[in-house]
Each structure stands twice: as C-alpha cells, then as structure tokens.
C-alpha cells in the first residue's frame, strides 16, 4: 500500500471555510478512482507561522494508482485549489509506502 500525505498550513482568516470546502475536495480525490480511503487529521503543533495545520493521508493499493493520480487527476485538483485560497495557504506533499503494519497482542493476565 501506498501513501500520498498532503500536510497544509491554512490561514486563519479562512480556516473555517476551507474546513468545509475540504470535505467535497477529498471526495472529489476519492472519486477519481485511484485511492481506496482518506483520513483527515489535524497536526497538533503550534506553527511559528500561525495558523492550523492538517494533514490528509490518501492510501493507492499500487504504485501505478498513484502514477495515475499524478499523470490524469493532480493537476486539475491542484489548479482547484489554488483558485479558491491561493496565497492563504501552504502545502507539501509526501509519498509513504507501508511496509507492515503491527496490532497489540491480547495477554492474559
């Protein structure tokens, strides 16, 4: 599985609208096809810069859904959100393949 995490530092004038917006942008991502689930969480530091920061983890079965993304759907989304908020916010993107994911183990006392 893959992993395409986009962490964005949001203004505050504009937080509150962006929070809104961002629920129809992640289903717009989800609905190109290429990922299997979103998570949406907010980074819990407080920025030098100011504002919230978030972080959206999308998770591709395959490399190539990814390669997808990038080559058929990114760009256009990317445009999206430049229009609407422009300078009122940052973000990087990161990509994260899991190699193995661990559970507890139950022990009986």
Same mark, same amino acid.
């Given at each position: 599985?893959?992993?395409?995490?986009?962490?964005?530092?949001? @203004?505050?004038?504009?937080?509150?609208?962006?929070?809104?917006?961002?629920?129809?942008?992640?289903?717009?991502?989800?609905?190109?096809?290429? &990922?299997?689930?979103?998570? &949406?969480?907010?980074?819990?530091?407080?920025?030098?810069?100011?504002? $919230?920061?978030?972080?959206?983890?999308?998770?591709?079965?395959?490399?190539? @859904?990814?390669?997808?993304?990038?080559?058929?759907?990114?760009?256009?989304?990317?445009?999206?959100?430049?229009? $609407? &908020?422009? @300078?009122?916010?940052?973000?990087?993107?990161?990509?994260?393949?899991?190699? $193995?994911?661990?559970?507890?183990t139950n022990v009986s006392n």
């Amino acid at each position: 599985m893959y992993i395409y995490n986009v962490t964005i530092n949001i @203004d505050d004038a504009i937080h509150k609208e962006w929070l809104t917006w961002m629920e129809t942008h992640i289903l717009d991502v989800l609905n190109t096809g290429k &990922f299997q689930s979103a998570k &949406f969480t907010q980074v819990l530091v407080d920025e030098e810069m100011g504002g $919230k920061t978030y972080s959206v983890q999308y998770s591709a079965e395959t490399r190539e @859904d990814l390669e997808d993304y990038y080559n058929e759907d990114a760009d256009n989304l990317r445009i999206e959100i430049a229009k $609407k &908020f422009g @300078d009122k916010m940052l973000a990087f993107r990161t990509e994260l393949k899991l190699i $193995k994911e661990y559970y507890p183990t139950n022990v009986s006392n």
